[in-house]
């Protein structure tokens, strides 16, 4: 009997419960019992909605307060020194310190860094090692998890970050090799199995996605050693692997010491041949069919084709189950009651995509009882293939039109900045922001009110226009040197965009978490994309109008948006991507022809769709470097370019950065001390660049003297001359309160090395 199972499902609750009420918590307004007993709710209710769907297991432990790497450090008992000292169980407060640099009791201290998960939109907080690190059982919640969900009768399969990914996600803070602490790591992870062997579980799921990545040789030489050492006659250990191929890991892999693999079909197609070449009858084979990271239903008659393929080759059991986790897609698409009619049949959010899975085995087990949500599916299937909608062939025609010198700048950086420094007259050390402020709640209430029908578009604007005055007025007291408008009019980055571009959709309820207590709602690309009318001009120009500072446009990049959108899968996606690129590129043009000077495009995301493995570098670097250059070159050389970038690595991709030749870049640093930047010192990054001093994500106020160690640290690896001042992201989740005093702080920085510049010489 084919069994079906699930490799993880969202956290927060289809209404974002666990956001609200972690924010609660945050201000005081409830306490730890009280947030434990909504957290409990959520996940009772989750349980169930999958013990519905009629699976045989349901993950424990894959639940989360803030992050599944930082559980995994918690219950590991690591906590760097600054957190103060390691107290058994590891308690909330130190958790939240880790994950915001606060907790409950106010005390300020620099959080732990934050980076993209893989290649997703997910962000995990890294932990950090010492090569003298001792670890120790700091947690019991992956137990207290596993009996709350035996307890309501269902069967348990817990979850746990396997001990090579962690450790290849952590950050050693001195030169030392990370594999040596595994004689010391792997005890902890036998009793964990031990004690859930302890309590009647039979399977553990033990993820290990490094095994998609290009490894070094002791990398993967050590995974043999690791679950030989793991291994446990009590209970049996299912290693599951997403994201991509095994590759050349696939024999070593399907020889582990292990009862089960699971595998992902989605973006791994061509492992499986070489996986049933390996694998053996005895041991259980899952089968990752079902798109966890994307939104389109599932081709049924395809995947038991696929099946059945596998059924000829192997007589062992099989299990089939989503590719990955589900928390990367929203939870019911049900929700929905107002997508278009003809595009709803063909998507599936977490519940339909275990259903689709109920379906398949009920097919495989007993082949016309399935035949109705067959014919269901295959209608589904059909109509996306067959329908004209989203069809553009202008669109088409003017990416085939698509020639080098749109992917160009008239002039070289050296030229661009002189003319640039000529037109804005900005000081050594200019300060700006990364574009948004405080979304206050009387802010998201007017945008609700006027989504729902209930203010009129004049009286919307004129309250917008408003918000964007007072945000104004607040960076002209504060004295900053180039402004932004603030953003009062957007709910998110990309779904702002998304809900006015042609050939994308967007959701009421499609919530994804991002990180901690951050959610987004994917925009769905559908169609071919186009812009039918300006999207950012009407404020933008009515900000400038409000002040005799430069004020700066605030665009997403075509890559952001591809990369932070549930995207169509029957194209390319460089296609998708130059298509965004062409309507971003009208839009920045039309801004300078309103007198825009300076034109931001962010890039948050242009290293996370990095493809996991480095031959397929190469391809993704030419086309999203060129999506890039397209939007931004279509200007003048006296309008500046920048673009922000956030919570990545940029030291093996710092060439392809350099070839995008923005004028300025924003980057994330403070976490980090800087330490991003010594990508650019080598290199010799040649543009001007913006090293975040004030990290956003903790409600910390980072202090004067700070900011300017900060700086000066900066000024050592790029030169002072190259330098801008800036929050490391956008403001919108901060409170005005802290986003005044932190800026004054900056502000008071930039002055200080001003200063500190003039009276040595430095400046003529």
């Known amino acids: 009997m084919i069994k079906i199972h699930n490799l993880g499902f969202p956290r927060l609750g289809e209404n974002r419960e666990l956001k609200f009420a972690l924010e609660r918590y945050w201000r005081g307004e409830i306490d730890q019992p ?74 300020a201290y620099r959080a732990c860094e934050m980076t993209k998960w893989f290649d997703t939109n997910y ?43 962690w450790l290849w996600l952590a950050k050693s803070t001195t030169d030392f090799n990370k594999l040596d602490l595994l004689d010391r790591l792997l005890p902890v992870y036998g009793e964990i199995i031990q004690r859930l062997a302890g309590q009647g579980v039979e399977w553990i799921q033990i ?14 030489s050590a995974f043999e050693t690791v679950y030989h050492r793991l291994q446990n006659n009590a209970v049996k250990i299912l290693l599951s692997t997403y994201f991509g191929e095994l590759n050349a890991h696939a024999s070593l892999t399907c020889k582990l010491p292990v009862a089960g693999l699971h595998i992902d ?100 087990e007993e082949g016309a009882a399935a035949e109705p949500e067959l014919s269901t599916s295959r209608t589904a299937i059909r109509s996306r293939r067959e329908s004209g909608l989203g069809h553009n062939q202008a669109v088409r025609d003017r990416v085939a039109a698509i020639d080098e010198a749109m992917g160009r700048r008239r002039s070289g950086f050296t030229v661009r900045r002189e003319q640039q420094q000529i037109r804005l007259r900005l000081p050594s050390y200019p300060t700006t922001t990364i574009g948004s402020f405080p979304q206050t709640p009387e802010i998201r209430t007017v945008r609700r009110q006027f989504k729902q029908g209930l203010l009129s578009e004049q009286d919307y604007n004129q309250l917008m226009e408003q918000q ?31 809900e006015q571009l042609d050939g994308v959709l967007t959701t009421a309820h499609g919530w994804v978490q991002s990180y901690g207590t951050r959610c987004v709602k994917p925009p769905i690309i559908y169609g071919d994309i186009s812009r039918p009318a300006p999207m950012t001009v009407r404020w933008i120009t009515y900000a400038q109008s409000k002040t005799g500072k430069p004020m700066k446009g605030m665009l997403t990049g075509p890559v952001t948006i591809l990369n932070w959108s549930f995207v169509r899968d029957d194209q390319p996606r460089s ?38 493995r480095r031959s ?88 004067t003297e700070a900011i300017v160690s900060l700086l000066k640290m900066a000024g050592e690896r790029i030169g002072s001359k190259q330098l ?41």
């Open 34 to 107: 009280a947030l434990d007993e909504i957290a409990a709710e959520i996940r009772q209710r989750h349980w169930r909605l999958q013990a519905d769907c009629g699976l045989d297991f349901i993950p424990a432990g894959d639940f989360s307060y803030y992050d599944h790497v930082l559980d995994t450090s918690a219950m590991l008992g690591v906590v760097p020194e600054r957190f103060g000292p390691v107290t058994q169980p590891v308690g909330l407060d130190a958790y939240f310190r880790m994950a915001r640099g606060r907790a409950t009791d106010g005390q």
């Open 123 to 165: 962000h995990y907080l890294v932990p950090e090692l010492e090569p003298d690190q001792q670890f120790a059982l700091s947690s019991t919640r992956l137990f207290d998890e596993t009996g709350e969900l035996q307890a309501l009768g269902f069967n348990p399969k817990p979850v746990l970050l396997g001990p090579l990914t």
């Open 207 to 220: 993820d290990e996605p490094i095994l998609v990545l290009d490894l070094p040789v002791a990398w993967s």
């Open 265 to 364: 079909l989605v973006r791994g197609t061509e492992q499986l041949m070489h996986v049933l070449d390996n694998f053996v009858s005895h041991k259980v084979l899952s089968l990752g069919l079902v798109d966890g990271r994307n939104v389109w239903r599932t081709d049924l008659d395809f995947a038991l084709a696929t099946v059945a393929g596998v059924r000829e080759r192997f007589k062992g059991e099989l299990w089939l189950a989503p590719s990955c986790s589900l928390l990367h897609v929203p939870i019911d698409l049900e929700l929905e009651t107002a997508l278009d009619k003809t595009v709803k049949p063909w998507l599936a959010f977490a519940r339909q995509k275990l259903m689709e899975l109920a379906v398949l085995r009920r097919a495989v």
């Open 468 to 498: 964007i005055e007072h945000c104004i007025r607040e960076q002209e007291e504060l004295g900053l040197d180039v402004l932004v408008h603030g953003e009062s009019e957007r709910n998110d980055m990309v779904e702002y965009f998304g």
């Open 575 to 612: 296609v998708t991507a130059y298509q965004l690129a062409l309507a971003l590129r009208d839009e920045v043009q039309d801004l300078e022809k309103a007198g825009i000077p300076i034109i931001q495009i962010d890039e948050p995301a242009f290293r996370e769709g990095l493809p996991l």
């Open 616 to 703: 397929q570098w190469a391809e993704y670097l030419d086309w999203a470097g060129r999506a890039f250059r397209i939007s931004a070159s279509g200007v003048q050389d006296t309008t500046q370019i920048h673009t922000h970038m956030c919570y990545a690595e940029f030291n093996d991709i710092i060439e392809a950065i350099a070839g995008l030749d923005a004028d300025v870049i924003t980057i994330e640093a403070s976490r980090s001390d800087m330490e991003l930047l010594d990508a650019f010192i080598d290199f010799h990054y040649p543009n001007d660049i913006g090293p975040g001093v004030y990290d956003i994500h903790s409600p910390n106020i980072p202090a």
């Open 724 to 764: 801008w001042v800036n929050p490391d992201c956008g403001l919108k989740t901060r409170q005005w309160d802290e986003v005044r005093k932190a800026l004054a702080n900056m502000i008071e920085a930039a002055k200080i090395l001003r200063s500190a510049e003039a009276e040595s010489g430095a400046l003529p």
